[in-house]
């Protein structure tokens, strides 16, 4: 099995892993799992995004932000290609960690890290480090020199809140388009994601809603349901006061985005409209009521 690295173009990393694809799942073996010199899969990929070092055992919570042997990698997925000498390129896409139901766009995250070693803005202390982190992917290897590089990247980073905004800064790419009036098209929009954890440096970081993920979740409702409401209370913007109020809504996200690992891609099953009456009574006091908490104190209490 070879990773693509993505963050350096071009240069896939070889491990030690291989197996076969059996009942349509792969069975995959390390050739040398007491190798402590390589890093295995989950590793590998953890120092190419640099995220913290992960661990293969459950202490049954995540905390965030991610800490290094502080998490388990649950899942990952990647866009496979076999060669012609019957090895799998394999380059990664997506990221699952235990105990979060957050999913991280690996692909998206790497492409980044490709964005800042170009970046000519880059602190001066930082170059070096990226300039090793290059040197040792093209090399081909997983390395544990790669994780400690990457852990000294991680470390400059914390120094640096400007160049960490611009790796958590997402690609602000949508999945699948809108469905257009024009055209006519069904799409499945509640399949779309986004990656939306983008962090604007300001006086402190400031979580930015994405407008592209916010207009899907409009245009789906109003496909499904026939025009635009407040989930909660119903209240319609348009019935009220006619074309001006047309599409008006605010969307609500279900689970606070502070609470989101970075570069999580973002579904619109974890969106909900609302009124801007309900939205500020949401967010009011200190922990945020959840839908079902809003939904109780606005139910009908008048008897006549």
């Not at 960490?164 to 994601?193: F, H, M, W, Y």
């Not at 994405?210 to 348009?238: D, Q």
């Amino acid at each position: 099995m070879h990773v693509e690295s993505v963050s350096v173009p071009g240069v896939v990393i070889e491990t030690d892993v291989s197996g076969l694809i059996r009942d349509g799942k792969p069975r995959l073996r390390r050739a040398n799992p007491n190798d402590r010199t390589r890093l295995n899969v989950s590793s590998l990929i953890a120092a190419l995004a640099l995220l913290p070092d992960p661990i293969r055992e459950d202490r049954g919570v995540v905390k965030l932000p991610l800490r290094e042997k502080s998490y388990v990698i649950k899942s990952m997925t990647f866009d496979v290609n076999t060669n012609y000498a019957g090895v799998a390129i394999c380059t990664p896409l997506t990221l699952k960690i235990l105990h979060d139901s957050s999913e991280l766009d690996l692909c998206g995250r790497l492409q980044r890290i490709r964005a800042l070693m170009q970046d000519e803005d880059l602190p001066q202390e930082a170059a070096p480090l990226f300039q090793k982190y290059a040197l040792l992917v093209r090399q081909g290897d997983a390395s544990s020199e790669l994780r400690k590089t990457s852990n000294e990247i991680l470390a400059l980073l914390g120094e640096w809140p400007a160049v960490q905004a611009k790796l958590d800064a997402p690609s602000d790419t949508v999945v699948a388009d809108p469905p257009s009036a024009a055209e006519g098209v069904n799409i499945a929009l509640d399949e779309l994601g986004i990656d939306e954890t983008k962090r604007k440096l300001r006086s402190h970081y400031r979580l930015e809603r994405s407008r592209k993920i916010r207009a899907a979740k409009v245009a789906y409702f109003k496909e499904t349901a026939g025009s635009i409401y407040c989930e909660n209370c119903s209240f319609n913007f348009e019935a009220k006061y006619g074309a001006r109020g047309g599409d008006f809504i605010e969307v609500h996200h279900k689970v606070p985005l502070a609470a989101v690992l970075p570069n999580t891609i973002t579904y619109l099953s974890d969106l909900v409209l609302l009124c801007s009456n309900c939205h500020r009574i949401v967010h009011r006091r200190r922990p945020d009521l959840d839908i079902y908490e809003l939904a109780s104190i606005t139910s009908p209490r008048w008897d006549f």
